[in-house]
């Protein structure tokens, strides 16, 4: 299977400021790398992806960059705000066989913006 | 636009009961996933299934089983329920293998 790290647990930061959260993953053959945000008791929503095919993407504050031969990928969200607040979960993906399909979700990164 | 749907949103039972999570993916969605995140947890893949076939199987306990229906919505069986079982059950869905997957809001399961 897969082993996903997520590096830092925690993450405090000041409004307005930037935030980055890297995932650290071992499978080579994974293919899709996709980051969720969680708030307590509410499902997982999915807030940017990327394929391995691409080296960045971008959707206005919020950016992942992904570098396969080193196998992490970053979430970066700039200009932070109050509401940026909650647990980001990477989940890459793999692509062998019984396992397609099949998010492997890291341990997840607690952010607080302060006001 | 249509959401993955979860019933019952919230359900609490006694040890060694059993219970049924039911989950409506959204239409034209042929794959439906199952997980399970405890307190705290990160969410941990329990069984996929894929044109009403099993296609994928994780760290589901074998007093846990599922299905899916033709009309592709899924239904996780839970037995003999255990304190341990307490958690939050989300289901998701996707077109297919190479595609996002949305999740529904979860069943929050509370074992007594």
């Known amino acids: 299977g897969e082993n996903v790290e997520q590096h830092p647990s925690t993450l405090s930061v000041q409004e307005g400021d930037s935030a980055v959260i890297k995932c650290t993953y071992s499978d080579s053959a994974s293919n899709y790398f996709p980051w969720y945000k969680q708030e307590l008791g509410k499902r997982p929503q999915l807030i940017i992806d990327?394929?391995?095919?691409?080296g960045e993407k971008k959707d206005q504050r919020i950016a992942v960059t992904l570098n396969k031969t080193a196998k992490h990928f970053s979430l970066h969200i700039t200009e932070t705000q109050p509401e940026d607040s909650a647990v980001y979960f990477c989940?890459?993906?793999?692509?062998?066989?019984?396992?397609?399909?099949?998010?492997?979700f890291g341990r997840g990164t607690q952010l607080t913006v302060w006001p | 636009a249509a959401g993955v749907i979860q019933s019952p949103r919230h359900l609490i039972k006694e040890k060694r009961e059993t219970a049924t999570l039911k989950c409506y993916p959204i239409p034209r969605h042929d794959t439906v996933y199952w997980y399970q995140q405890g307190p705290g947890q990160d969410p941990q893949f329990l069984i996929s299934?894929?044109?009403?076939?099993?296609?994928d199987k994780g760290s589901i306990p074998d007093r846990f089983s599922a299905q899916q229906f033709s009309d592709y919505h899924s239904e996780l069986n839970m037995s003999s329920l255990e304190l341990g079982d307490s958690a939050l059950y989300f289901c998701a869905s996707s077109s297919n293998f190479n595609s996002p997957l949305h999740f529904g809001n979860g069943t929050r399961l509370t074992v007594t």
């Open positions: 990327i394929r391995s095919n691409v």
């Open positions: 299934f894929y044109e009403k076939m099993q296609s």
């Open positions: 989940a890459p993906r793999g692509d062998r066989g019984s396992t397609l399909g099949r998010l492997y």
